[in-house]
T-cell receptor
Framework: GAVVSQHPSWVICKSGTSVKIECRSL??????MFWYRQFPKQSLMLMAT?????????EQGVEKDKFLINHASLTLSTLTVTSAHPEDSSFYIC????????????FGSGTRLTVV | GENVEQHPSTLSVQEGDSAVIKCTYS??????FPWYKQELGKGPQLIID?????GEKKDQRIAVTLNKTAKHFSLHITETQPEDSAVYFC??????????????FGRGTQLTVWP
């Protein structure tokens, strides 16, 4: 159990366009999901905490207007990278966990974004 | 906030040998400590975790130990195999119970197991 599905696994887009990444909890409800960014050979950097039915909480230094997060249901959170630029190229990963269980936090398979 | 330190950053071992990765944390309120394995191009995968009321936990070739007094925890992999090669991250969190808090990660350890 506790499966998190993330799509797409990779995407290439042109500068100035927007890209949407989906994160779904397949077999549990997730009132909270987390979005991370990871640069090569570095640790995971928390970008924001996504809360179902309310606004996301962004970490310091993360642009809210650049990285739009929507958590409209208990099983789906989306991250939209708006007006993407080459410096936004990175590996984006989402995470969630069933509450009131002994499961650890489960991560999606990640999305490799390349902006050209 | 919490600060998690992880050592070493790289570790090379011969197949069949043991590997040990160590982490320290700063917040004595942290009470849940997971370990993740991340293969290239994939998301992290939980391999073992331990809670603050337990000193040691083992799952086949993998074990984790926790010293609350010293605020450090370690991952032990025995009889290493080439497929154990990956980046390993330790993490810490407090209030795991009913409140879903954020994980604080170490910087990762690149483990290479040579055949």
């Amino acid at each position: 159990g506790a499966v998190v599905s993330q799509h797409p696994s990779w995407v290439i887009c042109k500068s100035g366009t927007s890209v949407k990444i989906e994160c779904r909890s397949l077999d549990f409800q997730a009132t909270t999901m987390f979005w991370y960014r990871q640069f090569p050979k570095q640790s995971l950097m928390l970008m924001a905490t996504s809360n179902e039915g309310s606004k996301a909480t962004y970490e310091q230094g993360v642009e809210k207007d650049k990285f739009l997060i929507n958590h409209a249901s208990l099983t789906l959170s989306t991250l939209t990278v708006t007006s993407a630029h080459p410096e936004d190229s990175s590996f984006y990963i989402c995470s969630a966990s069933p509450q009131d269980t002994n499961y650890g936090y489960t991560f999606g398979s990640g999305t490799r974004l390349t902006v050209v | 906030g919490e600060n998690v330190e992880q050592h070493p950053s790289t570790l090379s071992v011969q197949e069949g040998d043991s590997a040990v990765i160590k982490c320290t944390y700063s917040d004595s309120a942290s009470n849940y400590f997971p370990w993740y394995k991340q293969e290239l191009g994939k998301g992290p995968q939980l391999i073992i975790d331990i809670r603050s009321n337990v000193g040691e936990k083992k799952d086949q070739r993998i074990a984790v130990t926790l010293n609350k007094t010293a605020k450090h925890f370690s991952l032990h992999i025995t009889e290493t195999q080439p497929e154990d090669s990956a980046v390993y991250f330790c993490a810490a969190i407090k209030d795991r119970g009913s409140t879903l808090g954020r994980l604080y990660f170490g910087r990762g350890t690149q483990l290479t197991v040579w055949p």
